[in-house]
């Protein structure tokens, strides 16, 4: 059983930078992919960044160029930089890690994205 606790979120204006972080109860290096989602009021939960177990990081394209994922295999954290913020960016976002179809969520963290 992995536990996931995400932080960083909040209220930022249009065009600003927010830093999530997740972190990991134990070792999440061995054959875990990670990554974070995402769901606005009235929509269905959707991949915003995903690092596999192997292959290439992918991105949801509306995000791609303003987000970058990265995972610290030390620390056991999965982070999510975000630039260049936009009023749909705002949602609650979740931490994700998957192993043999295993999925395990954090509690999520809300961004809101306003002037």
């Known amino acids: 059983q992995v536990q996931l606790v995400e932080s960083g979120g909040g209220l930022v204006q249009p065009g600003g930078s927010l830093r999530l972080s997740c972190a990991a109860s134990r070792s999440i290096v061995s054959g875990y992919a990670v990554g974070w989602y995402r769901q606005a009021p009235g929509k269905q939960r959707e991949l915003v960044a995903r690092?596999?177990?192997?292959?290439?990081?992918n991105y949801a394209d509306s995000v791609k160029g303003r987000f970058s994922i990265s995972r610290d295999n030390v620390k056991n954290t999965v982070d999510l930089q975000m630039n260049s913020l936009k009023p749909e960016d705002t949602a609650v976002y979740y931490c994700?890690?998957?192993?043999?179809?295993?999925?395990?969520w954090g509690q999520g963290t809300q961004v809101t994205v306003s002037s």
């Open positions: 690092i596999p177990t192997w292959g290439i990081t």
């Open positions: 994700n890690a998957e192993k043999n179809a295993a999925q395990y």
